[in-house]
């Protein structure tokens, strides 16, 4: 028998003496469903295999998680700061706070609109040109370059003269988060200037920012033989072009005779695009002998530019043919970004058979989000393999399937339920994946059982307690699981389970993850080392219009002197008050 693999299902019966966990765990879940008491098997498995007797529960106020925040280092008195107006405060933290703060603060500028840009645009002018202000430049650009108020783009357009060159490449990438055509002029400034290392990436910045001038811009070189040493990065973006008259401009282009292999097989997938023109066949027969070449740098091209044309009927040769497992998950690959073009989504079925798992998998991804059930099925039976990288495999396939379609979850969930039954015999390292395997699984049902194998699981799991290690791996399926770990902390009154709920909980951050916190923050249960530990969380997550008054007010009303003193440490960590400058 194979002892490495998850196919066998043996159930460790020699643990059911009356004092064993196994009992506890049965007498606990007593009242629970068929999948739960199969759950509590497999943490009598998962208790029994630990080799050493479990230490005392760490008190939660000496839990690592917490007792950074309850040390005197982190005192600094009372936060007597008025909380009103949070702008000051947010760009202080942009010159003085360390990196998850400042992290923090960028996302609450950025998203503050107007106020933001208008106090980063001060504080720009401020450091502009100060020998030592390029490291505060680079927080405003980050700043900048996530805000979506069009006044943020042309102070980011003015770095883009700065003398700091990493910094001016900053920018560059900055403007594209919000691209807009009115930056594309001092981005052309910016590679007439640049080292060569550089010009490809301005380059495919300048396509991002307003494709159509870039494309007539760059056609202009090739027919005039400008700058040919930026062609390689420019030709991917030609392939795009649609325009009639580029068609023809290019088709014009192909008729020389000194053009090179990579010039002529990007403009040849410009030119086999016919619409209303007469179709170039002298261009498409370039590329179909490209893609059945012996040389696999021009099968590689032709594939490339086959799909950048949208060409993908002529496709279908690679994947029946070429015997290079890359060329044909690129074909995959490219077919999955169009699965509602009929030539695409025949290609994605023929992936879908391929004898390589690369190739298989953006296929069957692709077909089972948008419903086609033969592809679910497919990637349910990877799911019993004995194989980890197939299981693991085929939830890959399932991910966004399983979080739009909760029968699709359920499925995955009673072929996978039946490996709890095999905890026992599993060694640590196995053990531990197959829990990050069923933490996956957005559906009710595994996350109470995976909630109940944590529940006063002993031991370690990749260097962290069972316990906690289980619930972490829980939230992974999402809302569904948030809440389950909310109501557990709720309902116990053990400390370190409820530390270890709140952490989990709270891992995925966003807005329900601040409304469960916020919950506990109202609690008259919650004690005051939870008070703290959330504090931090809330902190952490945001926004600080949101949570930044609440955690002022708590601090206010501590009794606790400890607990009071951290609070407001966490206060003057994320909320650092405005100082004054020159």
Not at 2 to 7: A, E, F, L, V
Not at 179 to 207: F, H, M, R, T
Not at 341 to 348: G, K, T
Request: proline residues 7%; contains cysteine; glycine residues 6%.
């Amino acid at each position: 028998m194979n002892k490495s693999g998850w196919g066998e299902r043996t159930m460790g019966r020699t643990l059911l003496g009356k004092d064993s966990v196994l009992a506890r765990g049965l007498a606990r879940l007593a009242a629970v469903s068929r999948a739960a008491m199969l759950a509590a098997v497999g943490t009598a498995g998962l208790l029994a295999a630990c080799e050493k007797e479990a230490p005392p529960k760490t008190p939660p106020a000496l839990d690592d998680r917490v007792q950074l925040l309850f040390s005197p280092d982190m005192a600094r008195g009372p936060y007597t700061a008025d909380l009103a107006d949070l702008t000051a405060h947010l760009v202080e933290a942009l010159v003085v706070s360390e990196h998850d703060v400042q992290r923090r603060a960028k996302m609450e500028l950025a998203a503050s609109g107007a106020r933001g840009v208008t106090a980063l645009r001060r504080f720009v002018e401020r450091y502009r040109s100060d020998p030592g202000g390029a490291d505060y430049l680079r927080n405003a650009a980050d700043v900048l370059s996530l805000s979506e108020d069009p006044a943020a783009q042309p102070i980011l357009c003015g770095l883009l003269e700065h003398p700091s060159e990493s910094l001016r490449i900053q920018v560059l990438r900055g403007l594209l988060v919000h691209p807009s055509p009115e930056s594309y002029e001092p981005v052309l400034k910016l590679l007439a200037n640049s080292p060569p290392g550089y010009q490809a990436e301005i380059c495919a910045a300048l396509a991002k920012l307003d494709l159509e001038r870039a494309q007539r811009q760059w056609l202009l070189w090739v027919e005039q033989g400008d700058n040919p040493s930026v062609w390689p990065a420019i030709l991917p973006t030609l392939a795009l072009i649609r325009d009639p008259e580029l068609v023809l401009r290019v088709r014009a282009v192909l008729q020389r005779t000194d053009l090179d292999t990579l010039t002529r097989l990007w403009l040849s997938a410009v030119a086999c695009q016919a619409g209303d023109l007469p179709k170039d066949e002298a261009a498409l027969a370039t590329l179909r002998a490209a893609r059945e070449s012996k040389n696999p740098t021009e099968r590689d091209l032709a594939v490339r530019a086959l799909a950048s044309a949208g060409r993908y009927d002529e496709l279908a040769w690679t994947l029946e043919h070429d015997e290079a497992p890359g060329l044909r998950e690129l074909v995959a690959r490219a077919a999955a970004r169009q699965p509602d073009h009929a030539d695409a989504r025949f290609l994605l079925e023929r992936a879908a058979n391929d004898p390589e798992e690369s190739v298989r998998t953006p296929a069957l991804t692709a077909l089972a989000l948008h419903g086609r059930g033969e592809a679910v099925d497919e990637a349910l039976q990877w799911l019993s393999s004995p194989v980890l990288q197939e299981v693991q495999g085929g939830l890959q396939i399932l991910r966004e399937a399983m979080a739009s379609r909760p029968e699709v979850a359920r499925r995955a969930w009673d072929v996978l339920r039946p490996r709890l039954d095999t905890l026992a015999t599993r060694t640590p390292v196995e053990r531990a994946m197959l829990l990050k395997v069923l933490g996956q699984i957005p559906d009710p049902e595994a996350t109470r059982t995976l909630l109940e194998l944590g529940r006063g699981a002993q031991g370690d799991l990749e260097g962290t307690r069972a316990q906690r290690f289980i619930l972490r791996q829980s939230v992974n399926a999402g809302p569904i699981a948030q809440d389950a770990l909310y109501e557990l902390w709720r309902a116990s009154e053990d400390g370190l389970l409820r530390l270890d709920a709140l952490e989990a909980f709270s891992a995925l951050g966003g807005d329900h993850s601040r409304e469960l916190l916020l919950k506990v923050f109202d609690d008259p249960r919650t004690s005051s080392t939870e008070m703290v530990y959330v504090a931090d969380r809330l902190a952490r997550i945001g926004p600080a219009s949101e949570v930044a008054w609440q955690l002022k007010r708590a601090a206010l009303a501590m009794q606790d002197p400890s607990a009071r003193e951290a609070l407001q440490g966490i206060l003057w960590r994320w909320y650092p008050p405005p100082s004054q400058r020159d």
